[in-house]
């Protein structure tokens, strides 16, 4: 067991949001969340993460967590070489061999210098992921993870994806469309506040 969000209700206003939803990921899944603009994607990641409090329902993390948010979590000023030394402080990681090996993967290893303001979206996006991964935790949270990404990242993201769930990490990712559905061992629709499961997807 890595999540579980159990009868989650959170109201802004007179508006409701969530109205009791459940989700539940295990070690070695991988976890599709869809759902419309405004169906409360965003509200349902925060609470999941520990941003937000629902008004009622609980969230259980059972592992340390990975958030990659849909915004860039970057700071303009500083380099893509910048950022893997500060999160490995942030982290208290020993070096950055993994950090190094995931910039390689998502192929962006020759921007190492660039300053994050300088970069395109879809290469803001890549060290984005890479922050995220880079303490290799045992359940990541992405929110529309492979946003600009060309369909050459987008096949290693699956592959990296992939390799995660087969070494046992579980992995959610949040999006408005879900493509490569296969790739999936259960999709969820967030719908009137409550997430639907389709059911295997793989």
């Known amino acids: 067991m890595r999540l579980r969000i159990s009868a989650v209700h959170k109201t802004y206003g007179t508006r409701s949001v969530l109205r009791g939803a459940d989700l539940t990921v295990e070690a070695g899944m991988l976890v599709g969340v869809v759902g419309e603009n405004g169906a409360g994607k965003s509200t349902l990641l925060r609470i999941a993460v520990g941003q937000l409090r629902p008004d009622r329902g609980t969230v259980q ?14 700071n303009d000023t500083l380099t893509v070489s910048q950022h893997l ?15 190094w090996e995931l910039v390689d993967l998502l192929g962006f ?6 300053r994050a303001g300088e970069l395109s979206g879809g290469t803001r996006q890549k060290l984005n992921l890479a922050l995220a991964l880079m303490h290799d935790p045992p ?4 929110d529309e993870p492979y946003q600009g990404f060309d369909w050459d990242t987008h096949e290693r993201f699956w592959q990296l994806a992939d390799t995660l769930r087969r070494r046992g990490r579980a992995v959610v990712v949040v999006s408005h469309l879900l493509h490569d559905l296969q790739h999936f061992d259960s999709v969820h629709h967030l719908r009137e506040g409550r997430l639907s499961p389709d059911g295997a997807a793989r």
Request: net charge neutral; proline share 5%.
């Open 61 to 74: 993390l059972f592992s340390e967590l990975g958030y990659c948010p849909q915004q860039a979590v970057v």
């Open 139 to 142: 359940l990541l949270v992405l």
């Open 85 to 99: 030394r500060f999160f490995q402080v942030a982290y208290r990681l020993p070096c950055l061999d993994h950090a």
């Open 109 to 114: 290893g020759g921007e190492w210098r660039t």
